[in-house]
């Protein structure tokens, strides 16, 4: 063993790295240690199934085409240790290395021929002759990060060769160098070549180049299927609201610009469930990589690079530093409406602190009332949530002591934020929209005990002060009681999302909303009380919903006992009322917890 | 400017000047052990994924 070999070293990751990382920021010297540390991962991770390809049959086709790409990409290594760096930096390595460890602790074998595809579009960026058998899926070689090559056939394998200027793929198919490359959508077709779509978009000196992948089955691994086979018009669409979504970018939060243009190199357009969700993703086993759905304007699409960013940011510094402890308890997150571990709860503070930071800046950015209208109830919405979360999360007792000390220094950041003020009505939609959104999830995950609610229906029938003794014990299980649509608080959001939107939809009066819930949006709490109220005393059923909007309701009111007890209480509440039958006045039951 | 002292160690060897060809000689040294610890991790963990619905 050499000395280098015998002297092996971790990554060092500076102090001053570390808190900057914590307070949410990290310019691009700091996103270039993060990616160092993760192209160090990929040559963990290559080794291990270079191992296992070690220890499989030589006659095996995929484990000769992974020798042949390992031998390969050494050589790329020697030759241009740029190309070799490259290679092991894409997500799609990531993506597929994570897929092989998974694969080999789970018995199975890894797709070991990927790396001949890997290895053969290194070499042909740094012009390394090579000779190799590759894998054919739907008629195309795919070579990573850079795109497909069409063989004409159908065959399982084909032999690929470059000379350096030229890639010939069996006997008829040849491809100049030149041409090799992606797609940035202004040259002509090529013959047997597409290109990966990119896009390079430039604002105020910065300019950032970011590929669109759709065709990489291992960077097709998100809650959501990538969108596969993106039209000519919409690949045009994404490149302008990428360009669009850069300048506002460069010019509000340059900040987050530079990082982004450093340490993001593949957005993965999603197809969501429904065109009115938006859903964005990060997964850390594609460092580099942001997945989303199309985002329905610039400032959107802005937000969501910075919200995703800032999970990618994070990913890296989990790999070098664990920050939280494996633990089975689940907690509240202001933003999901599943319960949440500790480690999915800070990658959601984590997230929202960069979301706090954009919405700061575009309040003063926006011109539009309504625009102006999102940017302070996101300001504020999110400043809260962020600020709740923290406490939460400190309080799981997962964290690792340095999760502790990442975690007061990102609180001291949300607390930078907390003498900011926000205009009264804005205020006021955050705080309802959060009740709405916490209230909705207890009532989903918050079980209590059943024998101590029963205890409490007996003092409730027999007229004795509550038992405060005697409170139900509170657990955490999913999906304990069922709720029904989410019509309401979808568009209690878009009250503040798309304003013109929601006064559209509350005037034509077609949607599926109990007669209480129009009246909440009516914005008259008092009779909007009265209705949840009679709708409740009035159901043989349990109507949780109902309950949700009656503490909607009080909470517009002066501030009174009962819109505490629907506050702090909610789930005991309605598992109290839902014992004690129908006919039962909530608000008297409210009263009764003082 | 990153200072350079106060450095932290981290769970992630330095492999980035290595020859790929000499990865082997590392057998049964960190590396292994840097790879067996982060099995272990996605084990635990899984490769969780960070999933957001900006309208719920």
Partial sequence: MNKRVADLKSHRLPETAFTTLAAGRGDPAVIRLLQGAQHSKHIMLLHAIAEAAGDGDPADRGVAA????????TRIQAADPGAATWLLGLPHLGGWAHDGLIRLDQGSEPDFAY???AAAAAAVRAGVPFELDAPVR???????????????????WVRLRYDGQQLAAGDGVVVSRLVLGPDYGSGQPVPHWRGTPAIRVLAGGLAWDVLLVTDDSYLDRYTLPMSAGLSGHELRRWRQLVQ?????LVRHHRWAAEPIATGVSVIVPLTPQSETDLISATSPAAFGAIATSWPPDPVTMAETLVHEFQHVKLCGLLDMVPLTEPGAEKVYAPWRQDPRPAGGLLQGIYAHLGIVRFWQSQRQAETDPDHILRAHVQFARWRAAVECAVDTLLQTGCLTPDGVRFTSLLRDQDIAHADEPVPAPA????REVALDHQLTWQIRHAAADPVAVAKLAEAYRRGEPFPRQDYPEIWVQEDVRKLGSSVRSRLLNMSYLEPARYRELCADGVLPLSGADRLLLGRDAETTVRGYRDLITGSADPQPDAWVGLALALHRLPTSAPQHAFAAHLPVLFDLHSRLGAGHDPLDLAGWFG | MIAQQQDMKTAIPDLRDLPLDRLAELGGTPLAQSIALY?????ENGVPLSSFNARI
């Fill in chain 1, 427 to 430: 205020q006021a939609i955050a």
């Fill in chain 1, 115 to 117: 790396l001949a595809c």
């Fill in chain 1, 244 to 248: 669009a979504a850069w300048e506002v």
């Fill in chain 1, 66 to 73: 992974f020798q042949a790409g390992y031998e390969l990409l």
């Fill in chain 1, 138 to 156: 739907d008629g195309h070689v795919l070579l990573p990060g850079l795109g497909r090559l069409a063989v004409g056939d159908q065959a399982a």
């Fill in chain 2, 39 to 43: 099995r272990e991790r996605l084990k």
